[in-house]
T-cell receptor, first 114, second 113 residues
Framework: DAGVIQSPRHEVTEMGQEVTLRCKPI?????LFWYRQTMMRGLELLIY????????DSGMPEDRFSAKMPNASFSTLKIQPSEPRDSAVYFC????????????FGSGTRLTVV | AQSVTQLDSQVPVFEEAPVELRCNYS??????LFWYVQYPNQGLQLLLK??????LVKGINGFEAEFNKSQTSFHLRKPSVHISDTAEYFC???????????FGPGTSLSVIP
């Protein structure tokens, strides 16, 4: 199993540009989570899905952020327009109902907005 | 609502010395508890978890943690640390083993040669 796959690993973009982060969960996992990690705020849960349906998006900072899960094997997190304060590492994680081992995390996308 | 407190933001320790990283949680319901490790420029990896049963939980790399319900604590210990243990350690809580997880702020462990 290739694990949770995130792309790109690094993204540098200019303020005001649209950014799309991608995640492929482990096959068979029906939960998918997006986290943001910064020095100031630590690990924040942005949104999570169950069976492709958003369950809790209360952590999404503002309307500039949106997330979709069109099918069980793919999710995107989009920021439009991007701002320097969005610079962070964005992690995707997946699990399945009854998973005794908890989440499997991806390697993250380091986003820098200049 | 659930929350996690990690009392020490940074813990320096000499190689081969013992270490304890402290974690306290608050929750109005029964919880599952986790410790994750994050090595530099990597994702998070599960060290160990407490779901039920024995309050002493053993994990990977020689780490163990003890669940104390009365003190709402889940401290992480290792009797002898190695340079390779230098990393960020996160305590986390969840209502299930697979659902929404709330992470603590993290403790940076630095092992000094």
């Amino acid at each position: 199993d290739a694990g949770v796959i995130q792309s790109p690993r690094h993204e540098v973009t200019e303020m005001g540009q649209e950014v799309t982060l991608r995640c492929k969960p482990i096959s068979g996992h029906d939960y998918l989570f997006w986290y943001r990690q910064t020095m100031m705020r630590g690990l924040e849960l942005l949104i999570y899905f169950n069976n492709n349906v958003p369950i809790d998006d209360s952590g999404m900072p503002e309307d500039r952020f949106s997330a979709k899960m069109p099918n069980a094997s793919f999710s995107t997190l989009k920021i439009q327009p991007s701002e320097p304060r969005d610079s962070a590492v964005y992690f995707c994680a997946s699990s399945f109902e009854g998973d005794p081992w908890g989440y499997t995390f991806g390697s993250g996308t380091r986003l820098t907005v200049v | 609502a659930q929350s996690v407190t990690q009392l020490d933001s940074q813990v320096p320790v000499f190689e081969e010395a013992p270490v304890e990283l402290r974690c306290n949680y608050s929750s109005s319901v029964s919880v599952y508890l986790f410790w994750y490790v994050q090595y530099p420029n990597q994702g998070l990896q599960l060290l160990l978890k407490y779901l039920s049963g024995s309050t002493l939980v053993k994990g990977i790399n020689g780490f163990e943690a003890e669940f104390n319900k009365s003190q709402t604590s889940f401290h992480l210990r290792k009797p002898s640390v190695h340079i390779s243990d230098t990393a960020e350690y996160f305590c986390a809580v969840s209502k299930t083993s697979y659902d929404k997880v709330i992470f603590g702020p993290g403790t940076s462990l630095s092992v000094i040669p």
